[in-house]
């Protein structure tokens, strides 16, 4: 299905408020209207302008965080405004009041209102004086039985890259219970930095231009985001239960550093990852699970009894430092005992012993249907062939040695032989491959507990679905990873492979893999009811242009129980 420009123009134009968006649209305060200037002859919205857009987030059964950020012409302290209600036209006022921004929180503005009804739609915005912002419309969790859960699923959104067509495609619909990023929202890069080939053809130099390193710099990002309209479009449309992955704050963050990250010219990473998530937090429509901990934000929310979503961060609070493969390269070849005895050093940490303990307990206490991880990296094994993670030999060439090997073995040559001979590696050990105890705690957690498990994955830029196993080779569940909105994938790395060739090799090669793509960007939806989760990918056709089309790639599912804990076609 196409987009229009006209469109997204209309929904950039209600946003500054450059469009009237309905009559009547005096927001109440707390016990009592504004329905003009808050003093004679004076407009208190004078000047100011709502240019991000509203959102809402983190959504439970009786409440809901509300969002906007309001841009004045002065520096102010600012009283906004909001109203909720049961009808798009706010004829049914269910809530309003007040909230206070100032540039002490960069103009942003959080509203936490309770006393909602479950599975309930309304409708919101803020206003000052004569200003009114755009409208939003969220909703609230079930509670009891529930027959369908419908969540949309993103991940990896770089500005520069292209044209945010993912979210314009999802914002389109109306059948969503929230959104889900899995982080990677913003890219801390610097204007020439990663993927921004083509950002000043398409309009999109990051700002600021330098590198983010301090408040003011992260503010400034996530502000030029923000102002995207069909990122904007789909803050609006549904709510969002966000986490962060590294990029929030420095590429492969780990808790004492990152790579992106050179102290000696960048200054202190704990003065630089406070900023960042300072940033976040005053952008993002997130509640703290405690506001004395701004680094914690694993949190849950329960769609009834139907799916318990358990929200992890594997990034900022518990991880140890990656490994790297070149620390584990000798002058008589690769160290395999040495690299197998860090990779499984059972004390070696992903999420943190804490957050590892209130995993569990989750886990535990649940009676839903479905468990499922809204987190960041793949936790399904990702073993290649060593020769192809190097790129020392395509995955083409790599098969017809395989296959030479398979029907006429006696006609390989010593460096065929060779090849073949060394062993699949994870592919990539900033994921759980490179943290196998910590992965075989959360999956033997879900084993002992007979729980229906899903895995949710992003920061990979390609879109998988695997098979989750433990070491013993015993059924555990299923992970559905989805594709980037916009970051480049497998196709600018391994460019001299076919993508559907190459993405059908993988399937082959990786044992748990039963689906791959690996040069679209897209998003994902999981549907779950009761009797079967199922995941549909959705791709777009560019993100260099305005003008687009979707189209549904694959959709896979698994079912509830013991025995059924596997991908299957649906």
């Known amino acids: 299905m196409s987009i229009d420009t006209s469109r997204r123009q209309f929904i950039r134009d209600v946003a500054l408020g450059t469009v009237a968006v309905g009559g009547g649209l005096g927001l109440a305060g707390c016990g009592g209207s504004d329905d003009g200037p808050s003093e004679a002859g004076a407009d208190a919205g004078a000047g100011v302008e709502f240019r991000h857009g509203v959102a809402s987030g983190d959504p439970l059964s009786d409440r809901v965080i509300l969002w906007t950020r309001a841009t004045p012409s002065a520096d102010a302290t600012l009283q906004l405004n909001w109203e909720l ?85 999802a914002a389109k619909r109306n059948d969503f219970d929230a959104a889900l990023h899995l982080g990677d ?20 130099v990051s700002d600021p231009a330098n590198e983010t390193l301090t408040l003011a710099d992260y503010r400034r990002r996530y502000a030029q985001y923000r102002g995207d309209v069909d990122l904007q479009a789909l803050h609006a449309a549904t709510p969002m239960i966000a986490v962060w992955d590294d990029h929030e704050v420095a590429n492969d963050t780990w808790t004492g550093g990152a790579e992106n990250h050179t102290p000696a010219t960048e200054g202190s990473f704990s003065a630089r990852r406070a900023a960042a998530i300072q940033a976040y937090l005053e952008w993002i429509p997130i509640r703290l699970p405690d506001a004395s901990k701004p680094d914690q934000v694993y949190r849950s929310f329960d769609f009834g009894t139907l799916l318990s979503l358990h929200m992890l961060d594997t990034r900022q609070v518990g991880r140890d430092q990656q490994l790297s493969y070149a620390n584990y390269i000798t002058a008589s070849g690769f160290d395999a005992k040495g690299f197998t005895d860090a990779v499984g050093n059972p004390t070696r940490q992903l999420m943190g012993a804490t957050q590892t303990a209130w995993l569990q307990s989750k886990l535990q206490a649940s009676t839903a249907t479905w468990q499922v991880l809204g987190q960041q990296v793949l936790m399904a094994r990702m073993n290649v062939p060593a020769p192809i993670v190097t790129q020392q030999i395509s995955v083409a060439a790599y098969g017809a040695i395989a296959t030479k090997a398979a029907t006429a073995p006696g006609t390989l040559t010593p460096t065929e032989q060779a090849i073949l001979a060394q062993p699949a590696i994870p592919y990539n050990l900033d994921a759980w491959d490179g943290y196998a105890a910590a992965r075989e705690t959360v999956l033997g957690t879900a084993r002992a507990y007979d729980k229906n498990l899903i895995s949710l994955a992003g920061d990979t830029h390609n879109a998988w679905a695997s098979d989750l196993k433990d070491l013993s080779g015993n059924a555990v569940g299923v992970e559905f990873a989805t594709s980037s909105v916009t970051s480049p994938g497998f196709e600018t790395i391994f460019t001299s ?9 993988l399937t082959q090669l990786i044992g748990p893999l039963q689906y791959a793509q690996t040069s679209l960007r897209g998003y994902m939806v999981l549907n779950v009811t009761a009797s079967e989760a199922r995941a549909d990918w959705v791709f777009v056709d560019t993100i260099l242009k305005r003008e687009y089309v979707a189209s549904t790639g694959r959709s896979l599912r698994t079912l509830p129980g013991g025995a059924n804990r596997k991908l299957i076609e649906v």
């Open 85 to 169: 209600a049961s009808d798009s036209q706010f004829a049914s006022i269910v809530k309003s009041g007040s909230v206070s921004t100032s540039a002490a929180q960069d103009y942003t503005a959080k509203v936490d209102v309770t006393g909602l009804a479950a599975n309930t739609i309304y409708h919101y915005r803020f206003g000052i004086g004569s200003k009114r912002s755009a409208t939003g419309r969220t909703k609230t969790l079930p509670v009891g039985a529930v027959s369908q859960v419908r969540l949309a699923v993103f991940s990896c959104s770089n500005y520069p890259a292209g044209y945010f067509n993912v979210y314009a495609e």
């Open 185 to 204: 929202y913003i890219y801390e890069y610097d204007a020439a930095g990663y993927a921004s080939d083509t950002a000043a053809a398409l309009g999109r």
């Open 497 to 505: 492979e076919e993508p559907t060739a190459f993405a059908a090799a």
